[in-house]
Every structure is written in C-alpha cells, then in structure tokens.
C-alpha cells in the first residue's frame, strides 16, 4: 500500500504528538559499513535512504567558524591530517569509522579566543544561498521535511573547537568565558537563520548536535548544565517557537537526569536514545512522552541477533507509537558488523510494526 502522507505530513503529525500513517524513518550510516554493504547487495550509485524507502528530508547548514584557513598536513593510504575553519589540526581515517582524533587547538585560552571571536561575524557569504535557490521550491514541493541545521553548545565547544580537559576545567574555574564562547556560537548561528526565515527559505524545525552524555551518563552535573549551557538551549528554542517551528536536539549518551531541564529550556525532540547509556526508551515514554518527540532507541547491538531484533522492534515500538511522537532511528548509527542482510531485516520490522 502507497503511503497516504508525505514527510512533511508524517513529522508534522509526529511533533504534533498525532499519530500519522506510519513512522517516520531515517538512520546514520558508518562509511565503513556503506563500504561493506556495496558487496552485500546494496547495488552501486544508490543511496541508502532511497534503497530502504526513508523519508525525504532536506538540510541547509551555515558556517558560523572563525574561518580560520583550512589545509591538508599530512595524508596517507590510512588517514588524513588537516586543520578546519575552526582552528583544530585533527586526523581523520579513511577506512574505519571513528570520531576525528583531535590533535591541537588554536583556541586554548581567552587571549586566543578573543582572535577567534572577532572573525565570527554575520555576513551574506556564510550562507549557500545558490543551493537554497535551485532547491528550496522543489524540496517544498517534494513534501520533504525541511531541517535547518545549527552548531553551537557543550560538544562543540569542547570537541570541536577548545578541547575536552580545557573547556571541563573552564566550567568550573571561568564559566563566563565557556558562556561566552557558546553565546557567540548561537548568536552567528541566529543571526545567519534569520537572513535565511527573512529571504522566504522557510525550514520546519533547527537541529543541533549536543552530545552532553556518555556511556555512564552526564558529561556536566545538572548544575554545570543549568549554569553554562541552558540559557544558550533556550535562547534557541524561543528563535524556533517565535516563527512557529520546532527545536529538535541530538545528545548521546546518558541524559536522563537532564530531561527535566531540556524540556523546560524548549526542546521539542530529542534523539538519539543510546541503549547503551542507559536511555530506557519506556520510562522515556512514560514520564516524558507528552513533552518529547522521541527518535532513535533501535539498539544497534541487537541487530546482529535476529531473534533479539525481533523483539527490540516489536516490543518497543508498540509502546513508542501510541499517541504519535515517535521516529524510527537507530540508537546511534550503523556500525560495520551489521551486515546488509540484517539491516534489511529491521527495515523489514520497522516496516510491518510502524504502521498505524
């Protein structure tokens, strides 16, 4: 049977906490498992999104970095090193998945900093505006889920831009300065969204990455999270509510003791649920189904295990679904030990118990 809704239709429904034909479906892929499956049966120049039938989205992203010069260092048959427009020298590998390996910050202090700040400041050039142009009247038209994408918070700041140790400490000893830094983050990121909504590229919700939990839970106590962080969260949240259009977070790791907090800072949703990290998607649902939007919570784990994800699926999306407010999504991503053959299998799932 056709789907009776488009993607737009379907989230609209779901951030509604109405119920819709079926889930909404999208997922993340590791390159390495993309790379695997081209000899599984994932057939050449088709993309995964296409080939499992997800959901049509449409991004648009804006640079908010200090523009500091990007350049290759080093690059092998294994792994490149480069410095980003954020000022990070870093090294990527070409045939496993993983996080970048950080190796040296040009933002180590406020003197430093200072130099950064300068360089972030709003201009026309920030903005892809010739993609927004050939595209934005077809992704409409296309009935796709329109995401507006921002880049500013705690994981920034410390992965990305200042390093771990440096911003933990700073939390602590001058939580003005990591204030600071986050503000001017969201302020560009602000400032560029709004020539976007101004010029008529209208989006349906801002997505931004916050990654604020690990495997045994908060990064930051309650307090640090309340103190340095959620003004920032909530800023956001109220630019998205005054034009009518939702504020979707992604975290990893364990957040539970934060919910609270990002439900009254103004987050609409919350992704992605990690198993692992003790994200219990029932107690989720229970205590905070009718103030989050839920997506994620598959355990990638269990995939390898047919008679695991049977049940995985079934049993948690018959408590997820009821009353809408809830997306298909893995628990993370798709790691490299899941096979082709597996992965259609959730789908296969997904696909006979997310409907209405």
């Known amino acids: 049977?056709?789907?009776?809704?488009?993607?737009?239709?379907?989230?609209?429904?779901?951030?509604?906490?109405?119920?819709?034909?079926?889930?909404?479906?999208?997922?993340?892929?590791?390159?390495?498992?993309?790379?695997?499956?081209?000899?599984?049966?994932?057939?050449?120049?088709?993309?995964?999104e296409t080939y499992f039938g997800?959901?049509?989205?449409?991004?648009?992203?804006?640079?908010?970095?200090?523009?500091?010069?990007?350049?290759?260092?080093?690059?092998?048959?294994?792994?490149?090193?480069?410095?980003?427009?954020?000022?990070?020298?870093?090294?990527t590998w070409k045939h496993r998945a993983?996080?970048?390996?950080?190796?040296?910050?040009?933002?180590?202090?406020?003197?430093?900093?200072a130099e950064a700040k300068e360089r972030m400041t709003p201009s026309e050039d920030r903005v892809d505006w010739a993609n927004l142009e050939k595209h934005w009247e077809s992704w409409r038209?296309?009935?796709?889920?329109?995401?507006?994408?921002?880049?500013?918070?705690?994981?920034?700041?410390?992965?990305?831009?200042?390093?771990?140790?440096?911003?933990?400490?700073a939390i602590?000893?001058?939580?003005?300065?990591v204030k600071d830094m986050i503000d001017t983050m969201l302020e560009l990121d602000m400032a560029l969204l709004t020539m976007i909504w101004d010029r008529g590229y209208h989006f349906d919700c801002v997505q931004w990455p916050d990654d604020l939990g690990y495997v045994n839970g908060p990064l930051i106590s309650p307090r640090s999270y309340r103190n340095v962080v959620k003004p920032a969260h909530k800023r956001m949240c109220?630019?998205?509510?005054?034009?009518?259009?939702y504020a979707w977070l992604h975290s990893c790791g364990g957040v539970m003791p934060l919910i609270p907090d990002l439900i009254e800072a103004g987050i609409d949703a919350?992704?992605?649920?990690?198993?692992?990290?003790?994200?219990?998607?029932?107690?989720?649902?229970?205590?905070?189904g009718h103030d989050l939007v839920f997506e994620g919570g598959i355990d990638v784990r269990k995939m390898t295990k047919p008679a695991e994800i049977e049940e995985e699926v079934r049993a948690k999306?018959?408590?997820?679904?009821?009353?809408?407010?809830?997306?298909?999504?893995?628990?993370?991503?798709?790691?490299?030990?899941v096979s082709f053959r597996d992965y259609c299998r959730v789908i296969e799932l997904v696909k006979e118990h997310g409907r209405y």
Not at 30 to 45: A, Q
Not at 238 to 245: K, N, Q
Not at 317 to 337: E, Q
Request: negative net charge.
């Open 1 to 48: 049977m056709a789907d009776a809704m488009t993607s737009h239709e379907r989230y609209l429904r779901v951030f509604r906490h109405q119920e819709p034909d079926r889930l909404p479906m999208r997922d993340v892929f590791w390159g390495s498992t993309i790379e695997r499956w081209r000899g599984e049966g994932l057939p050449e120049g088709v993309d995964p």
């Open 54 to 91: 997800f959901d049509l989205l449409a991004g648009m992203v804006t640079d908010n970095s200090p523009r500091f010069p990007a350049r290759v260092v080093e690059e092998t048959d294994a792994y490149t090193i480069y410095t980003t427009p954020w000022g990070v020298t870093q090294r």
């Open 98 to 113: 993983s996080v970048p390996e950080f190796l040296e910050f040009h933002v180590v202090d406020r003197d430093s900093w």
């Open 141 to 169: 038209a296309q009935g796709r889920w329109i995401i507006a994408g921002a880049w500013f918070g705690f994981d920034v700041l410390h992965s990305w831009f200042v390093g771990t140790e440096r911003v933990m400490m």
């Open 172 to 177: 602590v000893e001058d939580p003005e300065w």
């Open 238 to 245: 109220d630019w998205c509510h005054d034009r009518g259009v």
């Open 270 to 288: 919350l992704q992605p649920l990690e198993q692992k990290a003790g994200m219990d998607v029932f107690t989720l649902k229970r205590e905070f």
């Open 317 to 337: 999306l018959a408590v997820l679904m009821p009353g809408g407010g809830y997306c298909y999504h893995s628990d993370h991503s798709i790691p490299d030990d």
